[in-house]
């Protein structure tokens, strides 16, 4: 009897713990997710990929994990749902989800110069060639540039070009082109990556730190197989949703990162 009351203890500890952390009115990370007691949001510049990220609508709170074809992710994981849409189709998986976000914040900013990729066989996509009237030609496992297409950096252009990239990146790609980074340097907008088939990617949200101690915790976010609404994750830790930045292993509910798995743009 008394080891069930100090289950059921814990249980509504790490519930209210978690609750007095989620503003459950708040559109986005800043206003939804508070650090927990001693913590502080890590300053970051204004136009950064960290205030994009930060600032991304999140859908209504208690919003369950869509799936491409309409259904609900039957495993819950997350606590907040990202309000970006699908495809119909099974393309927008992991790494794809990462991909965009990224490619998202650099066309807002009409950066788009600095959107490009790799595909899976190492040839680099650039979404300026796109732009000016080329695409990639795809043969097996060979590809090549053809001209003659639509011009122009509209977003009819630029959904074409993610597309293409969707069906052709992923996790492999995504870790041969990313940088290591020690976790010492880590920042919202990094990625822990397991770069295979399959492989899987988890991306920084927020990074908080307490200032006594020099701690730092972060938030992080997926989607998975098959395509799925990306979301934040629930931690196992007793300030979740929030996990704890060490050099370590980083268990999330549905992949264990290595030691070592820390990458960036």
Known sequence: MKKIFIAVFILFSASLIFSQQINQS?????????????YERVEIPENSFG???RTFPLKEFGSPVLLYNGQTK?????VSVFNMPLLNVD???CADAVIKLRAEYLYNQKRYSEIQFHITNGMLVPFEKFGNGERVIVSGNKT????GYKKGFGRDVFEEYLRFIYSYAGTYSLSQEAKK???SNIEIGDFFIYGGSPGHVVLVLDIAIDKSTGKKIMLLGQSYMPSQEFHILKSYENISPWYYIEDTVLETPEWIFQKGSLMGF
Not at 26 to 38: A, C, D, M, S, T
Not at 74 to 78: G, K, S
């Open 26 to 38: 708040g559109k986005n990370i800043l206003e939804r997710f508070v650090p927990p007691k001693n």
């Open 51 to 53: 205030a994009f990220l």
């Open 74 to 78: 039957r495993t819950n994981v997350h």
């Open 91 to 93: 393309l927008i998986q």
């Open 144 to 147: 090549q540039w053809e001209s």
């Open 181 to 183: 980074k020690n976790i």
